[in-house]
């Protein structure tokens, strides 16, 4: 039977790559919720295409626009954040793809989790913020959460089979951004245009920033320290230029397995979708001959400074990742708005992770109050810089 997808943040990088591969698979896949937070042209194109049995558009302002576009199609159409939150609880969705960017995919991601519905994870920041929350809500409702991320989904796919077998040791690899080994000078003078440029990954904005302040690199080793159950000691990243091996797992006698292919987000997407089915592809494949050779570098943290922000929140615990979280959104914001400096970034955001109150054991309504206190402070740290 086929899969129903309910896709949160439809519009954005994941979400659109996901619909073409759900395009590409009528067989396997078919699409039953699609959510936005303010595209709405793209969000009614997608409708129109796919005919989903509900929309949500996160933005009440734009309800009555999406609905009139509409009106002719046998859509449902909803809006606000609760509609979201709630919307993913449907009995008719099968798999809840969260491609939300940020904070935002936190609520309902838990709430498909106590659902019962099984998870493809793009949105990391559920994990940084709410790890220990999810991972245990997913392990009582016997929910799968399959990762999108690439190097999870390297990580994942090198561990079917070893289950039973201890980990020493798993390497994120990382392309080290579009600033790879530049100094602390040269990164004093980058702009905006000059972040946006990675050089081998197609991403949202935002991820893209994260990627060349290496603060994606550190969300993930907080991902993958939920996801696979592993302390900061057995997780370690590498850099390596060329984005062909997305990641490895190091065993206990010593024996590594690397996942590789060619850099396109469509590929784990579509495992994630079809797992344990791998399904059949027209994607470009890899060529041994056009990579004649692949590097591996240590990143380095000093110049950095978020990949050891990140290493730090995730041994200290409670409600520092959270912190570190909600004042990286803040900083990219300014940063993208052309308010603060590059390496400001990471100023900033250690400040803020020094002055918000410790939460060893946090609830949800524990993070929820960090992630608004934290937004405030670091606004208010940014705004005093300009």
Same mark, same amino acid.
């Given at each position: ?15 659109? %790559?996901?619909? *073409?591969?759900?395009? %590409? ?9 699609? @959510? ?8 009614? %194109?997608?409708?129109?295409?796919? +005919? ?18 509409? *009106? ?9 954040? =609760? ?8 009995? @008719?969705? =099968?798999?809840?793809? @969260? ?14 989790? #106590? ?5 493809? $994870? ?8 709410? !790890?220990?929350?999810? @991972?245990?809500?997913? $392990? ?5 959460? /399959? ?21 020493? #040791? ?5 392309? !080290? ?10 990164? %004093? ?80 997407? +579509? ?52 912190? /570190? ?38 609830? /949800? ?14 606004? /208010? ?6």
């Amino acid at each position: 039977m086929k899969r129903k997808i309910a896709i949160l943040g439809s519009t954005g990088s994941i979400g659109t %790559q996901s619909l *073409e591969v759900i395009a %590409q698979n009528p067989d396997y896949f078919e699409v039953e919720v699609l @959510t936005a937070n303010n595209n709405v042209d793209l969000l009614i %194109q997608q409708a129109k295409q796919f +005919q989903p049995n509900v929309v949500v558009i996160a933005n009440k302002e734009k309800y009555a626009f999406v609905s009139e576009a509409l *009106e002719n199609e046998d859509i449902k159409v909803y809006a606000g954040v =609760d509609a979201l939150n709630q919307v993913v609880e449907m009995d @008719t969705v =099968d798999l809840v793809l @969260t491609a939300m960017v940020g904070y935002s995919g936190l609520v309902p991601t838990y709430n498909a989790v #106590k659902a019962g519905k099984n998870i493809a $994870l793009a949105n990391k920041e559920t994990l940084v913020v709410a !790890g220990e929350i999810i @991972t245990k809500t997913a $392990l009582e409702n016997k929910v799968e959460i /399959l990762p999108v991320d690439s190097e999870h989904s390297a990580i994942f796919q090198c561990l079917v089979g070893e289950f039973m077998n201890p980990i020493e #040791k798993i390497y994120l690899t990382c392309s !080290g951004g579009p600033f790879r080994g530049k100094t602390l000078d040269e990164l %004093q003078h980058v702009t905006v245009d000059d972040a946006l440029d990675h050089p081998n990954w197609d991403m949202g904005a935002k991820i893209t920033i994260d990627s060349a302040t290496l603060m994606n690199k550190g969300f993930e080793m907080i991902e993958a320290h939920w996801l696979f159950g592993l302390p900061s000691s057995k997780i370690d990243v590498i850099v390596h230029p060329q984005s062909i091996i997305h990641s490895i797992v190091q065993f206990e006698d010593g024996s590594m397995k690397a996942q590789m292919g060619l850099p396109d987000m469509k590929l784990p997407i +579509q495992y994630a979708m079809g797992f344990p089915k791998r399904i059949k592809n027209n994607f470009p494949r890899f060529n041994f001959l056009d990579y004649p050779s692949l590097n591996f570098e240590q990143p380095n943290t000093k110049i950095f400074r978020n990949l050891a922000l990140s290493f730090e929140a995730m041994d200290k615990g409670g409600n520092v990742p959270c912190v /570190l979280n909600a004042a990286n959104e803040i900083v990219v914001e300014e940063f993208l708005n052309r308010k603060i400096g590059f390496l400001q970034m990471s100023e900033i955001i250690e400040e803020a992770m020094n002055k918000v109150a410790f939460i060893e054991k946090p609830g /949800l309504d524990d993070l929820i109050a960090t992630n608004d206190e934290t937004r405030r402070i670091t606004k /208010l740290l940014a705004e005093n810089r300009i």
